[in-house]
């Protein structure tokens, strides 16, 4: 199967538009994951801040981070607010990505095409599935060099006393968030392949 241009940009599009959606749900479900602690914060209390939180990092019109009853410190909110960056630069990867992929789903494909993206799919979940098979053998040591690659300061690094929201998220909580975001990803890809596989079976592309 000859590999064109344009189905690696398709199938480049089908990654982002698979991972950014995945990114959106599992940054909002995860405060269903919070770690219950005992540091004198009553959890309802908790729970108001970490939903403010959300807001601020996803919502545009939010430009100021401010929490009701969690003391935080600059540090947090700086990197926080590098956070919210990419969050919302996500967002619209979301919408370009997906707009993208309606758009082009107007237009019949050729069968070799889809024969192309249906393998490469393919080996996109295998990928994933051995991304995070490696990734999870040492989560620790794994999302401290993430964080390394992606921010150039230690502002990641909270103390408890100063942020006690930092209690709420250990490094297991990261790791289900992890683990959600992959099985998401994982079935937009499965979805989008079965959509392709459909339309080559009832015969809906041009030679």
């Not at 969050?87 to 095409?113: D, H, M, P």
């Not at 408890?160 to 937009?188: C, E, G, Q, R």
Request: one cysteine or more; aromatic letters at 14%; a positive charge.
């Amino acid at each position: 199967m000859k590999m064109t241009i344009k189905s690696t940009l398709l199938i480049l599009g089908y990654f982002l538009a698979a991972t950014s959606i995945a990114i959106i749900v599992t940054t909002n479900v995860s405060i269903f994951l919070l770690h219950p602690f005992e540091k004198g914060i009553a959890w309802e209390n908790m729970i108001t801040d970490y939903q403010r939180l959300l807001v601020y990092l996803q919502a545009p019109g939010f430009y100021h981070l401010t929490f009701r009853y969690l003391p935080i410190s600059n540090n947090a909110s700086a990197h926080f607010r590098m956070i919210r960056h990419l969050l919302i630069a996500n967002e619209v990867l979301c919408v370009t990505s997906w707009g993208t992929i309606i758009i082009n789903n107007r237009y019949e494909k050729k069968r070799n095409q889809l024969l192309v993206l249906i393998s490469l799919i393919d080996y996109l979940c295998f990928t994933l599935l051995v991304m995070v098979g490696l990734v999870s053998i040492d989560f620790d040591r794994a999302f401290i060099v993430f964080h390394r690659l992606m921010f150039s300061d230690s502002n990641w690094i909270f103390n408890p006393s100063t942020d006690p929201i930092i209690n709420a998220i250990p490094p297991s909580f990261f790791l289900k968030l992890f683990l959600i975001w992959f099985v998401i990803s994982v079935l937009v890809l499965i979805s989008l392949r079965m959509y392709n596989k459909r339309k080559l079976l009832r015969g809906k592309f041009r030679f």
